[in-house]
Nanobody, 128 residues
Framework: QVQLVESGGGLVQAGGSLRLSCAASGRTFRTYTTGWFRQAPGKEREFLAAIGWSGGDTAYEDSVKVRFTISRDNAKNTVYLQMDSLKPEDTAVYYC?????????????????????WGQGTQVTVSS
């Protein structure tokens, strides 16, 4: 069993930056692909980025690939999402998720259904 806890959200002005963290329990987490998603009010949860177990494989949603960077530190069982040049439309609850399939290229990494473990989310609010 893996438990995920997100942190680092908050209120930031447009153009600012935040770094979200996803801390996981369980040694097996370091073998999992991990993703970040977000959900704005009234909208569906959407994929942002994913990273393979070693950190060498990544994938991004096109609208954020220039501004967001996903990384991980397996020694700390933590995955990060660095968000720069934030916009008001980035306002949402941000979730991390873990997929137990370790092969990054096996199946998809962009769908909600591809992940077995989810955190509780952290709120990000970007003011204009």
């Amino acid at each position: 069993q893996v438990q995920l806890v997100e942190s680092g959200g908050g209120l930031v002005q447009a153009g600012g930056s935040l770094r979200l963290s996803c801390a996981a329990s369980g040694r097996t987490f370091r073998t999992y692909t991990t993703g970040w998603f977000r959900q704005a009010p009234g909208k569906e949860r959407e994929f942002l980025a994913a990273i393979g177990w070693s950190g060498g494989d990544t994938a991004y949603e096109d609208s954020v690939k220039v501004r967001f960077t996903i990384s991980r530190d397996n020694a700390k069982n933590t995955v990060y999402l660095q968000m720069d040049s934030l916009k008001p439309e980035d306002t949402a609850v941000y979730y991390c998720a873990a997929r137990t399939v370790s092969d990054f290229y096996s199946g998809k990494v962009t769908g909600i259904e591809d992940y077995q473990y989810w955190g509780q989310g952290t709120q990000v609010t970007v003011s204009s």
